[in-house]
């Protein structure tokens, strides 16, 4: 069955950095892309950026450019989403998720989600 | 890119219907028929209900069904169970930048 398992819940001091591992199984790791959402606590999904597990391509959203970075390792069927120059405001549980392929087409939806990272960023 | 615009909370009876709405531009809902919902309950990872406006993944019951008009999506849930209180989110394919975006969220309550 196929199941995302991130790494732990951090605690990170402002102007820190912070790298969330999500470790895939059950499926083929570099037939599909790999999401990053996150939620600040009592607030919305807000998407992040995707990595695409076989070439290593990936898209930022805007607000995030120049602070995140996504990789991937293959051996290990692991993705890594790092967010630098952490602010207060970056407090949240970080998602991994996986983008849905129904029919050989990637479909935008994502169907399956890690069990989330907490990251609380405070002095 | 803006969130999409969904209502802050719905409310209904068991066995009851409800819509919750999503709104967006055509660079996103209008634009593509990649519009997907999620419901999430407190503490827990969200979960795919629906995809491409309309599908459902199997094992989603057929209560939960979805729609597209113009700028706006529709989440309609039938026949409405105590375990379908949750938040739910839409998401959407955007054009801009190659992403994507999410509603602000929609909390149910089963009176």
């Known amino acids: 069955q196929v199941q995302l398992v991130q790494s732990g819940a951090e605690v990170k001091k402002p102007g820190a950095s912070v790298k969330v591992s999500c470790k895939a199984s059950g499926y083929t790791f570099t037939g599909y892309y790999m999401h990053w959402v996150r939620q600040a606590p009592g607030q919305g999904l807000e998407w992040m950026g995707r990595i695409n597990p076989n070439s290593g391509g990936t898209n930022y959203a805007q607000k995030f450019q120049g602070r995140v970075t996504m990789t991937r390792d293959t051996s290990i069927s692991t993705a890594y989403m790092e967010l630098s120059r952490l602010r207060s405001d970056d407090t949240a549980v970080y998602y991994c998720a996986r983008e849905a392929d129904y029919g050989g087409t990637p479909t935008n939806a994502f169907d399956y989600w890690g069990q989330g990272t907490l990251v609380t960023v405070s002095s | 890119q803006s969130a999409l615009t969904q209502p802050a909370s719905v409310s209904g009876s068991p066995g009851q219907s409800i819509t919750i709405s999503c709104t967006g531009t055509s660079s996103d809902v209008g634009g593509y028929n990649y519009v997907s919902w999620y419901q999430q309950h407190p503490g827990k990872a969200p979960k795919l209900m629906i995809y491409?406006?309309?599908n459902r993944p199997s094992g989603v019951p057929d209560r939960f069904s979805g729609s597209k008009s113009g700028n706006t999506a529709s989440l309609t849930i039938s026949g409405l169970q105590a375990e379908d209180e949750a938040d739910y989110y839409c998401s959407s394919y955007t054009s801009s930048s190659t992403s994507w975006v999410f509603g602000g969220g929609t909390k149910l309550t089963v009176l």
């Open positions: 491409e406006v309309s």
